[in-house]
């Protein structure tokens, strides 16, 4: 049986993937990557794209960004409540469009502790 959490994913996937063609052929999805550490904490990389149906300053879009989020530190092995972010920034895709809105990256240094 798939949990609730598992359809929404898929269905975000499905959302982005119907979009591809309007993304110049190119496919932007999440991205998760260890950047180093800071004493106590492992620091890591987090980037997620907006669009017209999650625009970056939506406050559901940035709940869901978050639930991807959790869902990326839990398949790394790391707590999906124990982290803070950093850092929030935009970052414009060049040449993207989603339906005429410019696409954005919302860029994220996650903390974590370390063990």
Not at 4 to 29: D, H, K, P, Q, S
Request: hydrophobic share 35%.
């Amino acid at each position: 049986m798939v949990d609730a959490m598992t359809r929404l994913l898929l269905a975000i996937c499905a959302v982005f993937l119907m979009g591809c063609e309007t993304f110049n052929n190119n496919i932007y999805f999440p991205k998760f990557d260890p950047i180093g550490e800071d004493g106590r904490y492992k620091l890591y990389s987090y980037r997620s794209p907006t669009d017209r149906a999650y625009p970056h300053d939506s406050k559901s879009a940035e709940q869901l960004r978050m639930d991807m989020l959790e869902q990326q530190l839990k398949a790394n092995g790391l707590s999906p409540t124990d982290y803070r972010i950093r850092e929030r920034s935009l970052q414009h895709i060049r040449n993207a469009m989603s339906d005429g809105f410019p696409m954005y990256w919302v860029n994220y240094i996650v903390q974590v502790p370390r063990e």
